[in-house]
């Protein structure tokens, strides 16, 4: 379990990094907190040719409110959000969902960019981002866009982003008063990857994502349907969870986890706040 | 003060405290040795091309472009060992029957199971070895994978080896009393289940390791590795690479953790030492998590279908059961893989009084890997079957289980006797250990609390166990059957001129504190303070010939062995300063480093003695021969195992709508007869414990169909973590073995193989007011919600 021989760049500027991504010689990968990358090139299932760190690009990490939004630079901490006050106030939904990924060790260096870069169908913040109906700023040495949550997530492990566009920063709404948020996740052990999980937001509409349901997070549309038309009626917003393509994995074929994905709707409903 | 010394008042009274070992303090300060911290000059590093199929045929391979790989060095196969390893074959004569085919270390012309090495790379660095095993083209055949125990038994199915005729290794069974007239009897209630116990593994923290080096000038075979026993490596090495077993040393530095796991013959470590002796290069090699999980032995996947006969007033009628257990492609040399199935059949309902039982075992070749002795060899399979069927059946007839329990146990006055399956049973206690325990666990306030918490939708569940642990094996366990594996060990206590003690010992240090019971036993029976004794274990070259660590053996054997070599030594001791200061041994003591009076008063210290006995021999009379080195040898006789015993019980709450269990609260009352360190008992009943409620909720090596493991690594294969984990409650009631003076029996096992029951119990009692019950472990939030017909 070594990882093949790599070149390691660390970049200062942004530019630097995208033009090393540009180079299509070469196959680049961006190094964010390597708590994935690491162990995937060391299972010989990454291979880059060059490893551009992305620990030396000042620009890429913090957190700002922008036009109502708060956007939060790819590569800020795990650690960096729990500590916000500005996240614990204006995005409680990701603050909620933050004690839930993996454990200090790993939060210490995990970025919000690279899981969403690498977009693990079981990870928290893709289903938060898809439940807020946030955006992702992506830049490469051509150019800048943005991607909407919803047209972010392709398929397992297949984003919206090009292999020479950086992830610069997460855009997420401000919640506003009378917003609601819950979130509720089952997993076996504490800091696992979820079992099941489910991100919900009112915020004045309903928005609920689910992950470790499928190769990427899934909105429940058809739940959210039923609880814009009547909030009261849970049950029927768990039973609308029958049109959701579930699938199986090791810890349970598709009925189990569609019966798991009512109690965990039902859980997170139960705790908005 | 005054009236005579107790022990524990005597200085240097160290057994029975919770004295901190030296080696705690190295190892947390990053001094350990491991083997991966070798390095010797001109060292290779070994790494493995393994099958990616659980069964195929290998035709061959093309190796032309890992060969031209930089800093690849060779490249050997299965072939190319032939001639320079000798086959070795997983069979004892014990075990009537048993029949296991030749094992080579890497596949020759068959792959048996996915993981099996296939060709050893061998290179500068273990990353230029990955990167040429990359470039490997392996010529391989698909065979018909067999993976399910029950269906390699079937008529027609594909053989795994055509020389034996059937995938059949070894069956057993016993049949004791009447059984079908019990059962038929009036009155009797029977409950009959199907177990199923899934394969799990050891998961050490530091995984397989070997460096091994040859010196081709002197046919000398040096091999480091992360083991266990280290006499029987050398002469497992010696007989299959033809060398005297005295040219072959063995020696396990600090080991960290082992469990079972790492006291078999591994085909990559065989490999690494024939390597060795073809180059005359030292070769590392360090099995990755990967390789762990698809090659460490594992242990358990056994189906069980069991019944239990109970009368009206709740005693135990008849126990039946027939065990089907899938062992891998091999039983695994040199232990084999039949003794868990034998100690199953051996175990089960040994705390009970019961006059009929009948059991079968069958053992079945299967293309998965492995299958051999792990912490608690059978034990969580006996005692689930038993104590399981035992608190249903209880339930059935509306019985109380502790109750239940005090019906069925042997009385603590009876002993010696023997079990239904025959076992000498000597000094248990489980009667006063089961009242211990409801005490400690408060078990009425707990069967309210249940009560009340039923009330409000919150199901919890209590489980009992009650269980025997076979400790300190007679040469009845391996040797008898011609294993290389001895059930005896050496100590040898040297008083050095310094006035220090060295000691060494033929168990070994695997983490658990061998090292520091021995150097208490040394200091307490030998009078000096224990900072002053330093240990050695691990090396045959300088280590008394013995068995090293298994079986729960290495206090109660080594430990009596060094009792018995420092009081050898404390008498040759006083002999010599008898005649020094011309008084009689019986009036002289050691206490503290020093020779002294009976009343304390110091008269040479041992400093002084050594000295002169080493450098100043002319002042001793010359007819006096001082030996100030002891080596004593200890077994055990007149019974074949000394068994312990132990209560256990679990407290869980079930979320019923989600199948996940949380286990509130876990209580273990303990036998393991004179308890040397307190503190390190305790931490070994705990982790067991821990063991057990990972075999009994969490860890499972998922295998498809195919015979493809599903989840080897550590995201996937889910150990039980810390936060997870209830407060355990440890309590001992202590029985000295009247087998030994020491008295002490072994304590390593015992949670491992009663966590289980126990917490399948509190889970079946939680369930059971919704009418769901299960019988599989791991039990899983799945299975769970499967038992109540939610999904
Ligand atoms: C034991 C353990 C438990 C874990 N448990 C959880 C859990 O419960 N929930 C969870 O969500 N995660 C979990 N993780 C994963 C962890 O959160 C990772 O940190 C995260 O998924 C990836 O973030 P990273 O910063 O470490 O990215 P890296 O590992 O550095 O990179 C991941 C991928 O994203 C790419 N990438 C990174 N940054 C960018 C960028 N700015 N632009 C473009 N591409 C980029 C990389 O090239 C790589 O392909 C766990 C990890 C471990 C080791």
Redesign the interface.
Known sequence: MKAQDFRYERPSTMDEALAILADTDQEAQPLAGGQSLMPMMNFRLAAPDVLVDLGGVPELSGICEDNGEIVIGAMTRYRDLMASEMVARDVPLLAAALPHIAHPAIRNRGTLGGSLALSDPAAESPAVLLALGGSVDLRSASGQRSVAADEFFFGLYETARQPEELITAVRLPKAAPGHRFGFYEITRRHGDYAMIGVAVAQAPDWRIAFFSVAGTPLRATDAEAVLNADASDIDAAVAALASLEIDGDRHGDPAMKRHLAGVALRRAIGGMS | MSGPLTDLDRPNSYIGRAVPRADAARLLEGRGRFVDDLQLPRMLHAAFLRSPYAHARVNGFDLEAARAVPGVHTILTGKDLEGVVEPYVGVLSHLAGLQSAPQMPMAVDVARWQGEPLVMVIAE???IA??AL?LIEADLDPLDPVTDPEAALEPGAALIHDSLGSNLAWERTVDVGDVDAAFAADGVTTVERSFTFGRHTGVTLETRAAVAAFDPSTDQLTFWYSGQAPHMMQFIFAKHLGLMEEDVRVIAHDVGGSFGIKIHTYGDEVATAAAAKLLGRPIKFVA???ESFQTDIHARDHIVKGRMGLTADGKIAALEFDDITGIGPFSMYPRTSAIEANQVLNLTGAPYEIENYRARSRVVFQNKNLMCQYRAVGHPIAMAICDCLLEDAAREIGMDVAEVRRRNLMADDSYPRQSASGMKLADLSHQQSLEKLLEIMDYNGLRADQAQARKSGVYRGIGLVSMVEVTNPSPAFYGIGGAPIASQDGATVRLDAGGGLRISSSVTEQGQGTNGILAQIAADRFGIPIDRVRVTTGDTDTVPYGGGTWASRGAGIGGEAMLQAAVALRDQVLDVAAVMLQTEPSKLDIRDGAVTDLDGSERMTLSDLARTVYYRGNELPSDMKPELVATRHYRVTDFPFVFTNGAMAAQVEVDV??G?VKVLGFWAVEDCGRVINPMLVDEQVRGGVVQGIGGAL?EEC?YDEEGQL??ASM??Y?V??A??MPDIVVAHVETPTRTSELGAKGAGEAGTGGAPAALMNAVNDALSPLGGRIHQMPM???RI??ALG??
């Open positions: 660095s273990r990353a990955e990167d990359g990755d998590r990967l709508e989600t996940m969490y998922l599903l989840n995201a996937d889910e039980p973590m936060a997870e899983t939030p799945e919600l499967k939610t999904v």
